[in-house]
């Protein structure tokens, strides 16, 4: 196994001593790594100063790009912690040099891509015999869709979850995120992972092909099930069940505030109209039983709302809840910040970046007692450990290093003329102005702390993780 190139004390994780190489970009592969990372792998990140991953580019931390823009992105940040970052042309012998020192190399190309450089698997094996090697693709390495390009969002669609997405007379609708991405990040983790255990085993590595819409449609298996059983398909019902009555989200106290109720029997509906006070309307006939209650959802959902919107959203979950309601507020961003739930299990990360500054970034979503994961280094900016990694590790000359600088092959700026304004986003008041978003703070650096925490790692001087 391969061994940390970064001085550091080892730290005790599952994955100490694997090396990764990860030439990803977007959401799943990048996914697939840092979870790798975070359970103690060394991940090296790979990309091109001539292409860039276009993450880089999503959701900047102000208003006005910086000089360093191009490492500045939020979702860059988020999806690539815990790793070394270079820059190197696939093309070139340096990747093979890489190859021989890793245990595994993470990509999302077309499958057409990697034969066209002259480097599929077999190749590769050639320089590394017992290498892991995945690819994250939209439709998998086989089959006559295989070369067909792809992101997350098609997936929703392809996958057969956008379709049963919406409401009953409307048309299919997207969840609102790319919501195969994480589905098959995180399976291909999984997969690397039973991959080096039978490596421990055997000596022997393995291509891993993962199709996102095959792994997508491993989350839509009642749609299969229905038609095979019961020869049907389901129409589109919005918040509603198969069976449950009620079940939606339901308006509560202030601007876009909702909170979602799931009765799954007679029990909880009883538990539901205790909550509720026992008003008159829920001891109707109508609402006796689940059928009946399900026969009449719009009468019923009529009435939920109207005492729903006595209490804020938080307030109607705690009530419901105390009765044994399945209950749970519908929540925004800033509110998934500042819930107290996750505050007090320490979901949230506070990460500092030269680039960014304090950031509060997602944890982990899974708790290793003896080997918890964790976050010891921020995204990397472009080409930031070329020289730790090439040089120190690859072990090339000063003048070798040099010389692939000078032809844009390595480097810490982007090869392509790139104009910084083109890449701000529009005013938070335009946004609002277009609906692009729902609400907006000028004071969200005091409410998050973000100032406070900023002074404070300069008094530090160095990165501090928490969690």
């Not at 959902?301 to 507020?329: K, N, S």
């Amino acid at each position: 196994m391969a061994t940390s190139s970064t001085g550091r004390a080892p730290r005790r994780g599952v994955l100490d001593g694997i090396r990764v190489l990860d030439n990803t970009v977007a959401w799943a592969g990048p996914l697939c790594s840092k979870t790798l990372g975070e359970l103690g792998a060394e991940v090296i990140r790979m990309e091109a100063c001539q292409r860039m991953d276009s993450t880089r580019l999503l959701f900047f931390p102000e208003r006005e790009p910086t000089e360093q823009f191009f490492n500045s992105g939020a979702y860059y940040h988020k999806m690539n912690r815990n790793k070394l970052g270079i820059t190197v042309n696939m093309s070139l012998q340096v990747f093979k040099e890489l190859i021989r020192i890793v245990d595994v190399f993470v990509e999302n190309h077309t499958p057409r891509v990697m034969p066209n450089f002259g480097l599929p698997y077999e190749e590769l094996c050639k320089i590394r015999p017992d290498l892991i090697m995945i690819s994250l693709t939209g439709y998998g390495q086989t089959g006559p869709y295989a070369n067909f390009k792809s992101v997350g969002t098609l997936q929703d669609a392809n996958g057969g979850l956008g379709y049963q997405t919406g409401y009953r007379d409307g048309p299919p609708r997207r969840i609102g995120i790319s919501g195969g991405d994480p589905v098959y990040g995180l399976y291909g983790a999984a997969a690397v992972i039973m991959a080096l255990v039978h490596r421990r085993r055997t000596g022997q590595g393995q291509h891993i092909d993962l199709s996102e819409r095959e792994a997508y449609m491993s989350f839509t298996g009642e749609l299969f099930l229905d038609y095979t059983l019961n020869d049907r398909s389901r129409t589109r019902m919005g918040n509603r069940h198969l069976w449950m009555a009620p079940h939606g989200c339901f308006p509560c106290k202030g601007n876009d505030k909702w909170v979602s109720i799931a009765c799954r029997d007679d029990r909880d509906w009883a538990a539901l109209v205790s909550a509720m006070g026992r008003p008159r309307w829920a001891q109707d006939e109508r609402f006796s039983d689940a059928l009946y209650r399900y026969e009449h959802q719009d009468e019923l959902d009529e009435g939920i709302a109207r005492w729903t919107r006595r209490f804020t959203h938080y307030g109607c979950m705690e009530r419901l809840q105390r009765f044994g309601v399945p209950a749970g507020p519908t929540l925004n961003g800033k509110e998934l910040l500042l819930d107290p739930h996750l505050a007090a299990r320490q979901f949230f990360t506070w990460d500092w970046s030269r680039y960014t500054g304090v950031r509060p970034f997602p944890g982990a979503t899974y708790r290793l007692s003896r080997t918890p994961p964790r976050t010891t280094r921020p995204a990397p900016g472009l080409g930031e450990h070329n020289s730790e990694v090439l040089g120190g590790l690859l072990g090339l000359s000063e003048e070798r290093l040099r010389t692939l600088e000078a032809r844009q092959v390595i480097g810490d700026r982007p090869a392509i003329e790139m104009e910084p304004r083109q890449y701000c986003p529009p005013t938070p008041e335009k946004m609002l102005e277009l609906d692009m978003i729902s609400e907006y703070d000028p004071d969200y650096r005091r409410v998050l702390g973000l100032d406070e925490r900023d002074r404070a790692q300069a008094r530090q001087g160095h990165l501090r993780t928490r969690g």
